[in-house]
């Protein structure tokens, strides 16, 4: 288990600050602009949650009981029948499933519930969602970032974290890549993290998961896969999400989850099943998203500004060739707020995240302000 962080030193100062803080003045900014603010710098789904799946949750209401933590037959099989049908897997069974409340709650807390601490590594991407840092630093793990294999040197890391599609970039790993690098992992033993969140926010790319046979070659040893319904299905605020892969791992993180109540409740369960039963409102939410992508990017390249990557995801990876922090307050001058890439890693220091989760309405009103 790891070594106890010091008494003396509370939790919050270990931690990577919390960047969002550094942005509140820009908000302020954009948000006296005098058509109102178009946040784009989060990507919170806006968009009704189905009502087919409002229905489910309304007709699991009635549930006394305490949930289990494994989760019920019926969600573990709900996300192998979806894995299959979308995605391509095959051969998962219930024991290489697991419901989580929420991607963010597991990616932070993982290292911790498996025993990782300080003397051990944990790398993830040059550019990367910032909880990776944060749930190594939780456990006072060494921590490296980098999209370099060979740049990790000798010591093999006990996680490895991998992002496709990227956020903040947008980026799809090709297949090729991901089965290198699921080899590369088990021959040194590290436990291999693919995060997967986006992988149905695809415009221009097909992203793969981690766990296709034509990337693990039909075995799930020693590979985790990520998968939430936050965006697919506009579900955030269910925290509904699930990890997949190797049974043993799985097993771990049960033991440790179930000591500590960690149980996602019934009705979002229930709700679960249907929304991974269902592809129909998602592709009716892709065909949104894929319109104000659209109408984003070419307002954005009328601008001045050039897209990288974005293939897919619900961002558009965005540069002026400057310091993102200007390119920051240029938006917000305009009441637009972004994320300046600097969130993700020195790497992104000239660039912005933008998304395209906001309505309709607001999509329309950055447009006319980026190419008035």
């Given at each position: ?11 919050s ?16 900014k ?19 949650t189905?009502?087919v ?20 037959p019926a ?26 409340i929420?991607?963010?709650?597991l990616?932070?807390s ?9 003397g051990?590594?944990?790398a993830?991407?040059?550019l990367?969602?910032?909880t ?5 630093a ?24 991998i992002?496709?599609?990227s956020?903040?970039t ?6 090729e ?13 590290t ?6 969140c ?7 790319a ?28 506009n579900?955030a ?38 929304a ?10 892709h ?21 990288d990557?974005?293939?897919a995801?619900?961002?558009?990876w965005?540069?002026?060739d ?6 920051v ?6 009441g ?15 660039h ?6 906001a ?6 009103a950055?447009?006319a302000?980026?190419?008035?």
């Open positions: 288990m790891p070594a106890p962080m010091s008494a003396s030193i509370p939790v100062q270990q931690l990577p600050d919390f960047p969002w803080d550094k942005l509140v003045p820009f908000k302020a954009a948000a006296a602009h005098a058509d109102g603010l178009v946040d784009l710098s989060v990507g919170t789904p806006v968009d009704p189905p009502t799946v409002q229905n489910a949750l309304r007709d699991a209401a009635d549930s006394p009981g305490y949930p289990a933590t494994v989760g019920t969600v573990r099989q709900a996300a192998i029948d979806w894995l299959a049908r979308n995605h391509g897997v095959d051969g998962l069974g219930l024991d290489n499933v697991l419901p989580v929420g991607s963010k709650e990616i932070g993982l290292p911790l519930h498996l025993g990782v601490g300080q051990d590594l944990v993830y991407p040059e990367a969602y910032p990776y840092e944060v749930s190594a939780l456990v006072g793990a060494d921590t490296v970032a980098t999209d370099s294999l060979v740049a990790l040197g000798p010591k093999a890391p006990k996680i490895l974290w992002n496709s599609p956020n903040p947008g980026r799809v790993l090709p297949v890549h991901l089965r290198k690098t699921v080899e590369w992992a088990r021959e040194r033993g436990l291999l993290i693919s995060d997967e986006y992988i149905e926010c695809a415009w221009e097909s992203p793969i998961s981690v766990l296709h046979p034509d990337v693990c070659g039909g075995s799930y040893d020693g590979i985790l896969a990520v998968h939430s319904l936050s965006k697919r299905s579900l605020g269910y925290r509904e999400a699930f990890v997949a892969g190797d049974a043993t791992v799985l097993a771990e993180l049960l033991a440790v989850r179930k000591n500590l109540g960690l149980m996602m409740p019934g009705p979002q369960q229930a709700a679960m099943v249907t991974l039963g269902d592809d129909q409102h998602a592709k009716e939410q065909a949104r998203y894929a319109a104000r992508r659209a109408k984003l990017k070419e307002a954005l390249e009328t601008a001045g500004f050039r897209i990557h974005s293939e995801s619900l961002y558009l965005s540069t002026r400057e310091d993102c922090w200007k390119t307050e240029w938006l917000a001058e305009r637009i707020l972004a994320a300046p890439g600097a969130f993700y890693g020195r790497a992104g220091n000239q912005v995240r933008i998304a395209f989760t309505t309709d309405e607001r999509v329309d950055a447009v302000r980026l190419t008035a």
